[in-house]
């Protein structure tokens, strides 16, 4: 079993920043990729930013140029740092990993964070 804590949620007015952190634990044998979703009131979950192990990422065309994806691989931890933030980027944040896990015959694991709320708000 992989369990994913996020941090580094919370209030912060337009135009600033946030950094979230999400760090895995658990029998991990491999982190394929490393993701941020998000989930505003009434709409559906969404992915923001994406990472694989050797470093490819993705972004929604909503965050590129604002929000940057980073993972640091020997602390199974996955960042997003968001500049330019704006009202719309509020929601609930979630981490996802996908990978295989280290008990016998490594088989795979998809987890999910318990999410951080980020509210953008004068």
């Known amino acids: 079993q992989v369990q994913l804590v996020e941090s580094g949620g919370g209030l912060v007015q337009p135009g600033g920043s946030l950094r979230l952190s999400c760090e895995a634990s658990g029998s991990i044998f491999i982190i394929n990729v490393m993701g941020w979703y998000r989930q505003a009131p009434g709409k559906q979950r969404e992915l923001v930013a994406a990472i694989t192990g050797g470093g490819s990422t993705n972004y929604a065309d909503s965050v590129k140029g604002r929000f940057t994806i980073s993972r640091d691989n020997a602390k199974n931890t996955v960042y997003l740092q968001m500049n330019s933030l704006k009202p719309e980027d509020t929601a609930v944040y979630y981490c996802?990993?996908?990978?295989?896990?280290?008990?016998?015959?490594?088989?795979?694991?998809?987890?999910w964070g318990q999410g951080t709320q980020v509210t953008v708000s004068s």
């Open positions: 996802n990993a996908g990978g295989r896990t280290a008990v016998a015959g490594n088989p795979r694991f998809g987890s």
